[in-house]
T-cell receptor, first 117, second 113 residues
Framework: GAVVSQHPSWVICKSGTSVKIECRSL??????MFWYRQFPKQSLMLMAT?????????EQGVEKDKFLINHASLTLSTLTVTSAHPEDSSFYIC?????????????FGPGTRLTVL | GEDVEQSLFLSVREGDSSVINCTYT??????LYWYKQEPGAGLQLLTY?????DMKQDQRLTVLLNKKDKHLSLRIADTQTGDSAIYFC?????????????FGIGTKLQVIP
């Protein structure tokens, strides 16, 4: 149980295009979903926290107009990288917190590798 | 702000024990976690410990917490080649609701056959 999927697993796009990444909780309802960015040989950096039906809360330094997050249901959140540039190339990981479960346990998706040419 | 530090690399021989260390700065940390990340994959929660515990054991994994020194360790007994991965230490406070989880940089464990 508590499986989180991401789609696509990898994407290559041209500079200036927008890319949408989906994060789904497959067998549970996620109260909250999180989006992280991971650079090579570095830790995960929390980008934003999204609650179903409300606006995402962005971490300091993360451009909300650049990284659009939509959390339309308890099982789906999307991250759209708008007008992508090479510096946006990274590994993007989402996680989901189980509704009604105590504590902070998060279940992570397998990640999406974005390469912007 | 919160900070979690780990060494970058650890190499052990198959069958030996591995000990991965972590220090954190947030004195209000309530949950402390160990995650495993295999190449190209997301993070898998291995175990976690509450700050009111000193030790937690789960099969080959032993977590030790020294709250006074803000030091957390993960011991893997009888390390196998399948244990080769990056291990992240993480912490979060909890005060009536969700709080941000802060991750360390990750320790790459290399198991030599």
């Amino acid at each position: 149980g508590a499986v989180v999927s991401q789609h696509p697993s990898w994407v290559i796009c041209k500079s200036g295009t927008s890319v949408k990444i989906e994060c789904r909780s497959l067998d549970f309802q996620a109260t909250t979903m999180f989006w992280y960015r991971q650079f090579p040989k570095q830790s995960l950096m929390l980008m934003a926290t999204s609650n179903e039906g409300s606006k995402a809360t962005y971490e300091q330094g993360v451009e909300k107009d650049k990284f659009l997050i939509n959390h339309a249901s308890l099982t789906l959140s999307t991250l759209t990288v708008t007008s992508a540039h090479p510096e946006d190339s990274s590994f993007y990981i989402c996680s989901a917190r189980v509704k009604a479960r105590l504590g902070n346990e998060q279940f992570f998706g397998p990640g999406t590798r974005l390469t912007v040419l | 702000g919160e900070d979690v530090e780990q060494s970058l690399f650890l190499s052990v021989r198959e069958g030996d024990s591995s000990v991965i260390n972590c220090t954190y700065t947030d004195s209000s940390s309530t949950y402390l976690y160990w995650y495993k990340q295999e190449p190209g994959a997301g993070l898998q929660l291995l175990t976690y410990i509450f700050s009111n515990m000193d030790m937690k054991q789960d099969q080959r994994l032993t977590v030790l917490l020294n709250k006074k020194d803000k030091h957390l360790s993960l011991r893997i007994a009888d390390t196998q080649t399948g244990d080769s991965a990056i291990y992240f230490c993480a912490e979060s406070p909890l005060s009536g609701g969700y709080q941000k989880v802060t991750f360390g940089i990750g320790t790459k464990l290399q198991v030599i056959p």
